[in-house]
């Protein structure tokens, strides 16, 4: 079974940056596609960023600019750093993994997105903005 761990997060005042990690475990992907998603107060869990094994990148229009997603292929470890946090940044940010081969959509975060139901999912951590 592929496990996924994360460590990061927490509260961050707000024009701070936060970084984020994850380690996954047990693939047997061909590819591997990996992405952080967030879920904040009321709302649908969305996409932040996500990276291909072969590094292509996608950033939600939210963060693009602020964010820096970044993959240790070989070690299947996953950062995500963003900067000038802001209030709309806060929630539960999780990492998740899954073989590219599933994706349908060149877009990788998109394609994630779109298939959430079939990835492995990290346990979540908080992040809190203060403002």
């Known amino acids: 079974d592929v496990v996924v761990v994360q460590s990061g997060g927490g509260p961050v005042q707000a024009g701070g940056s936060l970084r984020l990690s994850c380690e996954a475990s047990g693939f047997t992907f061909r590819t591997c596609c990996m992405g952080w998603f967030r879920q904040g107060p009321g709302n649908q869990r969305e996409g932040v960023a996500a990276i291909a094994s072969d590094g292509r990148v996608s950033y939600a229009d939210s963060v693009k600019g602020r964010a820096t997603i970044s993959q240790d292929s070989s070690h299947n470890t996953l950062d995500l750093s963003m900067n000038s946090l802001k209030t709309d940044d806060a929630g539960i940010y999780y990492c998740?993994?899954?073989?590219?081969?599933?994706?349908?959509?060149?877009?990788?975060?998109?394609?994630?997105?779109?298939?959430?139901?079939?990835?492995?999912w990290g346990q979540g951590t908080q992040v809190t903005v203060c403002s």
């Open positions: 998740a993994a899954v073989g590219c081969d599933l994706l349908f959509l060149d877009d990788i975060l998109l394609g994630m997105t779109t298939i959430q139901a079939l990835l492995n």
